[in-house]
């Protein structure tokens, strides 16, 4: 399984911007899915932001809009862009790798490989 790190996270005023970033042991394109999950307090592991091995994103109709991902397979890093943050974004972001198509849910560590995950409040 390739490692993940990832960096970045932290706390914001609502309205404000962050960059989440996530870097891999091992060469990342030949990975078909990299993806950004998290986790709130009380609530599913949800899928934030997919992107395939063909640059291809997805993302679900909360964060439509407001994040962006990208991913650079000759670095081997994967980016998550999250502007317009909303206390409702709180949460332990998760960078993952699969080979197979990742659902909506998932239980941290579930399927894939799973960075460290980072807290991500949103506050004034």
């Known amino acids: 399984q390739v490692q993940l790190v990832e960096s970045g996270g932290g706390l914001v005023q609502p309205g404000g911007s962050l960059r989440r970033s996530c870097a891999a042991s091992a060469d990342i394109a030949s990975i078909y899915i990299m993806a950004w999950f998290r986790e709130a307090p009380g609530r599913q592991c949800e899928l934030v932001a997919a992107i395939n091995n063909l640059g291809n994103p997805t993302y679900p109709d909360s964060v439509k809009g407001r994040f962006t991902i990208s991913r650079d397979d000759a670095k081997g890093t994967v980016d998550l862009n999250m502007n317009g943050l909303q206390p409702e974004d709180t949460a332990v972001y998760y960078c993952?790798?699969?080979?197979?198509?990742?659902?909506?849910?998932?239980?941290?560590?579930?399927?894939?490989?799973w960075g460290q995950g980072t807290q991500v409040t949103v506050a004034s």
């Open positions: 993952v790798a699969s080979h197979a198509p990742l659902p909506y849910y998932l239980t941290p560590g579930d399927r894939g490989s």
